[in-house]
Structures are given as structure tokens and as C-alpha cells.
């Protein structure tokens, strides 16, 4: 076997038991960068490093492919910006929201990309009311961790955090979310109090 041809046999090599996730990334990669329309088994295939047919056998539609991403990204989302952390202290909700957009901003943009598609495919609502239903369910678990139980403050403090996202997603300044960051705990401790 010639080295290009070994190195192509490599590049095609996902380790056992992580092919699953490489495929839910690339899929998120090629939506950020190119659109949802743009989502084929080739496409995803070759972001990952594989065949794609292997991306057929793992998902079974296109369909079951963009749901489970969409199931991914709001789990890591919601897992590094520490979203949800239980610990009832304020000054630890998403506490890591600035550093994971700018580490790994495919992941929202991922989110927005869906949810812009969808107002142009209705079909697709069903993927936005899942991004924002969890979202607003981590907001609130997270209030109501610190003693706030405000189902409507919540909502406004969901709103006011995706606007950080969006923003530092559009503008590149993590440190304009951080400092939105500490004017809202400092809203919500006067609530809390």
C-alpha cells in the first residue's frame, strides 16, 4: 500500500464507539458553515473522515440525522456553559457561557442556522420549540436552584442569555457577554434577596 493511500485509510478510521459522536459534529460543522440545506450524507460524511455510508447506517435518514445533532448540541451547550449548575449560587449560572461560544461556536450557530430554516420550512418548528423548550427548562431549574420559582422571569432571563449568545456569536466579544453576565446576576440577586 503506497503512504498516500495509507493515509487516506487513516483519515477514514474513527475509533470504535466514536463514530457516532465525529458524526453529530460534522454535521453541526457543515450546518454553521454552509446551512442546513447543504446537510447530505456526503457532505457530513466528509466533514467526518469517513464513507458515507457509514452516516446512512448510523442514522437512517437525513431527518434522524439533524434531530440527533440537534439533541447533541443542546446537551453540550447546556453542559459547558454551565446553564444548569444546581448549586443555587447565581454567580454560577452560565458561568462558562462567554468561553464555550468562543471555543466552540459551531454548536449555536448549529441552533440559530435550524431555527432560521424553519421560519422559511415549518416542517421544521418542531426542531426550534425542542432548542428552546430545553433551554428555558435549564434557565428555570437553574432559578429555581438559587430560590427564585418565576416561571416568567425565567423567560426573560432565557431571552436575555440567547441575546449574549447571538451577540457574541455575530460580534466575537466574549467580553460583552461577561459583562451582560454580571449586570443579570446582579439583577437576579436583588431578586433573590
Same mark, same amino acid.
Given at each position: 500500500?503506497t503512504a498516500?493511500?495509507?493515509?487516506h485509510q487513516d483519515?477514514q478510521?474513527?475509533p470504535? /464507539?466514536?463514530?457516532?459522536?465525529a458524526?453529530?459534529k *460534522?454535521?453541526?460543522?457543515?450546518?454553521?458553515r454552509?446551512?442546513?440545506?447543504?446537510?447530505?450524507?456526503?457532505?457530513? @460524511? @466528509?466533514?467526518a473522515?469517513?464513507?458515507?455510508?457509514?452516516v446512512r447506517h448510523?442514522?437512517?435518514?437525513?431527518d434522524?440525522?439533524?434531530?440527533? =445533532?440537534?439533541?447533541?448540541?443542546v446537551?453540550?451547550?447546556?453542559d459547558?456553559? @454551565?446553564?444548569e449548575p /444546581?448549586s /443555587?449560587?447565581?454567580?454560577?449560572?452560565?458561568?462558562?457561557? *462567554?468561553? *464555550?461560544?468562543?471555543? %466552540?461556536p459551531?454548536?449555536q450557530?448549529?441552533?440559530y442556522?435550524?431555527?432560521?430554516? =424553519?421560519?422559511r420550512?415549518?416542517?421544521?418548528?418542531h426542531y426550534?420549540d425542542?432548542?428552546?423548550?430545553?433551554?428555558r427548562d =435549564?434557565?428555570?431549574? =437553574?432559578?429555581s436552584?438559587?430560590?427564585? %420559582?418565576?416561571?416568567?422571569l425565567?423567560e426573560?432571563v432565557?431571552?436575555?442569555?440567547d441575546g449574549l449568545?447571538?451577540?457574541?456569536?455575530?460580534?466575537?466579544s466574549?467580553e460583552a457577554t461577561?459583562?451582560?453576565?454580571?449586570?443579570?446576576r446582579?439583577?437576579?440577586e436583588t431578586?433573590?434577596?
Open positions: 500500500m498516500l493511500a495509507e493515509a483519515r478510521r474513527i470504535y /464507539g466514536e463514530g457516532r459522536e458524526l453529530l *460534522a454535521v453541526i460543522a457543515v450546518v454553521a454552509s446551512g442546513l440545506r447543504n446537510v447530505t450524507y456526503r457532505a457530513v @460524511a @466528509a466533514e473522515g469517513v464513507a458515507h455510508g457509514l448510523h442514522f437512517g435518514s437525513r434522524m440525522l439533524i434531530e440527533e =445533532a440537534l439533541h447533541y448540541s446537551t453540550q451547550s447546556i459547558t456553559t @454551565a446553564l /444546581g /443555587g449560587d447565581l454567580g454560577d449560572l452560565a458561568r462558562n457561557l *462567554a468561553k *464555550a461560544v468562543s471555543d %466552540d459551531d454548536i450557530a448549529f441552533q442556522e435550524l431555527i432560521l430554516e =424553519a421560519r420550512r415549518p416542517e421544521l418548528q426550534v425542542v432548542i428552546y423548550k430545553t433551554y =435549564a434557565v428555570y431549574q =437553574a432559578l436552584a438559587a430560590g427564585i %420559582d418565576d416561571r416568567d425565567a426573560l432565557f431571552c436575555t442569555l449568545v447571538f451577540q457574541q456569536l455575530a460580534l466575537g466574549p461577561e459583562k451582560g453576565l454580571r449586570q443579570l446582579k439583577l437576579l431578586v433573590q434577596h
